[in-house]
């Protein structure tokens, strides 16, 4: 039988939380001694600061990453009698924004190497009634946004980044967050930028746009008691600005420290047969989850969960088979990456503070299982070998 060991969480808020405690203190004592609740100066200042960081010119702090979704698509005039074109392999919220706006979502498949949504695939979905496209930057590896860009343009179409599981990944060198019309952020608490509560931000390079969002967010006030359309109360807390600029000084170091262990992943996992995730040379992941394949998935999710390691998939149902869009029409094998995939993936712990002692310790449990002959991976694009270089 296997030793007694600790657990490994598949994510751990407490570690990180740790190292930054002191900072944290004193900014949320300041919020609170200063009574700065609403659209306070930490909102401002984090707004500026997370622009910078992106790339971008303006960001807008909102309530979650859905709304900054749904506000941006607002803020193009996309509803009622719109469709916009998302990938079936993602976080439920990704459709459910669109759906918010009152525009129909239309799903597409994945690219079986980068996850990320299918290029071919959206150029077949347009219609004339198509009015944007929402690529989901997926596990924290950008979409191929230059593809997308030509195909948008082509059709007029608005590209918004579902970039909720992407802050600071690169794509050709440039950020994301500044590789579409606009980008939507999550600032949920598990993400690579996490706030302790919800929030999120769109960021954006559009002048306009960004007065809009302002507005919108904040009950489509210009000035006080002014009115401009009837907007929404879906502002990011100032208190969570304080927490998010203590923490968005760290998150390049926390980004690399993910890098690190996804190659230590690589390096382990691929010597003993498990099809490892590898990102496209064009683009640089943030590995905001580090998922692999294995055919024998749920037996060896069970194998892990009752030897103490923290396990999650990502994500079992793909949207199209969710009681939620039943009435979208889809049926099983409408989307056969994604479904081959939902049965699978599996999401390994990863986070910052995870050490190489650790992953090694995933490693074996991982061995243990004796995994059998897999389902060979194709390769269709130039990826980045699996195991990176040492250093
Ligand atoms: C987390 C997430 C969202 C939604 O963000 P919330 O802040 O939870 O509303 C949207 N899309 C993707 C891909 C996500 O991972």
Redo the contacts with the bound molecule.
């Keep these: 039988m296997h030793t007694q060991q600790s657990q490994v969480p598949f994510v751990d808020l407490g570690a990180q939380y740790h190292t930054i405690s002191g900072e944290i203190t004193e900014a949320v004592s300041k919020v609170l001694r200063e009574s700065d609740f609403i659209l306070g100066r930490e909102v401002s200042l984090f707004e500026e600061e997370f622009a910078s960081f992106c790339e971008a010119k303006w960001a807008i702090g909102v309530d ?4 900054a ?1 749904e506000l941006a698509l607002r803020a193009y005039e996309i509803g009622p009698g719109d469709e916009v074109i998302t990938a079936a392999n ?2 439920i ?2 459709a459910l924004a669109i759906s918010h706006a009152g525009a129909t979502p239309v799903l597409v498949d994945v690219d079986a190497d980068t996850y990320t949504i299918d290029v071919a695939a959206i150029e077949k979905a347009i219609t004339p009634r198509t009015k944007a496209i929402i690529p ?1 930057h ?1 596990y924290g590896h950008p979409a191929d946004m230059d593809a997308i860009a030509q195909l948008a343009q082509r059709h007029g179409l608005v590209v918004i980044e ?1 970039a ?2 992407a802050h600071g990944a690169r794509y050709k060198g440039k950020r994301t967050g500044s590789l579409g019309h606009a980008a939507a952020f ?3 608490p598990g ?1 690579n930028l996490g706030a302790y509560g ?1 929030g ?1 931000a769109v960021v954006t390079s559009d002048h306009a746009f960004a007065k809009r969002l302002e507005m919108l967010r904040n009950y489509g006030q210009k000035e006080k008691y002014q009115h401009m359309f009837r907007g929404y109360n879906r502002r990011l807390d100032t208190l969570q600005a304080a927490v998010l600029r203590i923490k968005l000084k760290y998150l390049e170091e926390w980004n690399e420290a993910r890098r690190q262990h996804a190659k230590t992943y690589c390096r382990l996992l691929e010597q003993i047969g498990v099809v490892v995730p590898r990102a496209a040379t064009t683009s640089e992941s943030v590995w905001h989850l580090y998922v692999i394949r294995i055919d024998q998935r749920d037996a060896l999710k069970e194998h892990l969960t009752t030897r103490g390691i923290g396990v999650g998939i990502h994500y079992p149902i793909p949207i199209h088979l969710q009681p939620a869009y039943r009435d979208l029409g889809y049926r099983p094998g409408d989307f056969p990456v994604t479904e081959d995939y939902a049965r699978r993936i599996l999401s390994l712990p990863m986070y910052a503070e995870l050490t190489p002692e650790i992953i090694g310790r995933v490693a074996e449990t991982l061995s243990e299982f004796g995994i059998t002959k897999q389902t060979p991976a194709t390769w269709s694009m130039p990826l980045q070998p699996s195991v990176y270089p040492a250093g």
């Design positions: 979650s990453g859905t709304s979704l993602s976080f919220a990704s989901v997926l579902d909720c599981q999550s600032f949920y993400k919800d999120g």
